[in-house]
């Protein structure tokens, strides 16, 4: 107790949020907590804290009584929380029930963030200890996540029972009953820092992205990542008064960017969503391998559809999954392979459908066709010259014919021209070719210059 | 060379999938259960060379310029070209 309060006393007087933080972080060794527990019981635990903390600060730096009460609720609950935390890793280890569960740390530390929400309300907790909110919430949502899978793992033995008996038993929402309680919390933490009215060099504002980005990965836990929406929309209410993104660290910058850009992804907003995800790739910190293979996850299928680029050998090379992933498919797409490409698509489905991005995928298939219409177009070579010395001019009439044999080389199955013809005409609508279809002669009349736009034939 | 390496590799991976599918579909399972969730960067903030951006000065190779392929020698060209000529035979007869 006297170590942990030595830190909260030269916290408090450098002003320094994240040391203070650390003082209310569930996350030390064992023997720390177990020491911070053993040094007082339930009886004394408030005289104790609040003789602590109220001698951690002298001077002019002294805390105003107010502030003192309400560090002493937070470290009350801190100290309650450490019980609860304690007795299920001992009843863990030896197997012993205890009164304690996952579900009673959660509702602890729950307890431990009111408390410090009520002490930015009404306690004049300044705005440089906004870090402590972080610790919290970021532990709220380890715990809420904890208790769920403990409760499910204990109610999957008479869940079939339960089945039978109630009909509007909704165990999506049962499942993730603490999850779904952590994100209100989150919220009301959200609309703390939002709603701070303190000139900027003093506002809460400065939590505002930390917490949006627990928001954001509550909510896509919980698969309701249309929810994030709302809080972007909150956000950009507030935007006036708030300072720009990139004063922020760029750990909160590159995890915004990531998730922004994934829920442009989501609703096919494609260039809002490679602008985003590039900005949070740009930023990314380079050791961060797991991160960067989640940005590229959905930067990649972005590239393909804006700019139509393929990623190169050398990006996937560091990334097994990913190149397991990708690279069959942009080896179809470059080569002009339809069939094979239906096939890697459909190897690849299950995954492809877990990571949300199938559906974009699936469009490559455009591509493919495109390249392979293209590759016909060449080996049609050359028309005649019709006088010396002209520059070649490649065949621009191709028989529809032709693009069908192309197009069941890899299936091997016979597809009518009528098909074709759809096939084309999708490809000319779509900007891809160049041409018009003469159904009379059975012939695509290819443009002269740029027959498929975007390459130099 | 690279990409006619590929080639044989999915076109041999494909002839074998009827007796794979089994294990494959299993290990797929195992993988999907994984948690994959952004994660929290070790520290909060770091200087501008620390970034993926300045880790790699070369970006714009990361991704291929162009996706037309010139390369007309593989194998997959050869059996296109050898379609086509059959359609241009099975005309002029």
């Not at chain 1, 304690?100 to 300044?126: C, I, M, P, Q």
């Not at chain 1, 750990?251 to 949070?280: D, I």
């Not at chain 1, 960067?292 to 097994?320: N, V």
């Not at chain 2, 060379?1 to 294990?23: C, R």
Request: overall charge negative.
């Amino acid at each position: 107790m006297d170590a942990l309060f030595s830190d909260f006393a030269d916290a408090q007087r450098e002003g320094n949020g994240n040391k203070l933080a650390q003082t209310i972080s569930p996350a030390h060794s064992d023997e720390k907590l177990r020491a911070i527990w053993k040094s007082c019981n339930a009886h004394s635990v408030k005289d104790v804290l609040k003789h602590h903390i109220h001698n951690s600060s002298s001077g002019k730096n002294r805390l105003p009584q107010e502030e003192v009460k309400g560090w002493v609720e937070v470290f009350f609950c801190y100290w309650k929380a450490i019980d609860d935390i304690l007795a299920v890793q001992d009843s863990a280890t030896n197997g012993k029930a205890s009164h304690s569960s996952w579900t009673t740390v959660y509702e602890s530390w729950k307890d431990l963030l009111s408390a410090l929400h009520r002490g930015y309300l009404s306690n004049g907790f300044e705005a440089w200890t906004i870090p402590c909110l972080y610790v919290a919430g970021k532990h709220l949502r380890v715990f809420a996540i904890k208790a769920d899978r403990e409760r499910n793992s204990n109610a999957s033995f008479d869940s079939a029972a339960a089945a039978n008996f109630e009909d509007d038993f909704n165990p999506e929402s049962e499942q993730n009953q603490k999850l779904e309680d952590c994100a209100r919390q989150l919220n009301r933490v959200f609309n703390l820092c939002l709603s701070d009215r303190a000139p900027i060099d003093e506002s809460r504002k400065w939590g505002i992205y930390y917490v949006i980005n627990l928001l954001f990965k509550t909510y896509f836990k919980l698969n309701s990542a249309t929810l994030s929406k709302n809080v972007l929309k909150a956000l950009s209410a507030g935007k006036g008064d708030m300072p720009p993104l990139i004063a922020f660290p760029k750990s909160q910058q590159v995890t915004f960017n990531y998730y922004e850009g994934v829920l442009h992804f989501l609703e096919e907003n494609y260039v809002e969503a490679e602008r985003h995800l590039t900005e949070a790739w740009n930023l990314c910190h380079k050791g961060a391998m797991a991160n960067k293979e989640l940005i590229l996850t959905y930067l990649i299928p972005c590239h393909l559809l804006t700019t139509h680029t393929l990623p190169s050998q050398k990006l996937l090379e560091p990334y097994p999954r990913l190149q397991r992933l990708f690279a069959p498919l942009a080896q179809c797409i470059k080569k002009g392979e339809l069939h094979a490409f239906d096939l890697a698509l459909q190897d690849g489905e299950d995954e492809f459908v877990k990571r949300r991005i199938y559906l974009t995928l699936e469009r490559g298939r455009d591509i493919a066709l495109r390249n392979l219409l293209r590759k016909v177009f060449i080996a049609g070579g050359f028309e005649e010259a019709k006088e010396e010395g002209a520059k070649p001019v490649r065949r621009s009439r191709v028989s529809i014919a032709e693009f069908a044999a192309a197009i069941s080389l890899g299936s091997q199955e016979t597809i009518d021209n009528d098909e074709v013809e759809c096939l084309l005409a999708n490809m000319i609508y779509k900007n891809l070719m160049k041409g018009y279809i003469s159904r009379e002669r059975g012939m695509v009349v290819l443009s002269k210059n740029g027959a498929f736009p975007g390459t130099g034939v | 060379m690279a990409s006619t390496q590929n080639k044989s590799d999915s076109k041999s991976e494909a002839k074998q999938q009827p007796e794979q599918q089994q294990p494959t579909e299993q290990k797929k399972a195992a993988a999907l259960e994984e948690d994959d969730e952004f994660e929290d960067f070790p520290v909060d903030d770091w200087a501008a060379e620390e970034t993926e951006a300045a880790a790699d000065k070369t970006a714009q190779h990361l991704w291929e310029e162009s996706w037309d392929d010139d390369d007309t020698s593989d194998d997959f060209s050869a059996q296109l070209k050898e379609e086509l000529k059959k359609v241009e035979s099975s005309k002029k007869r």
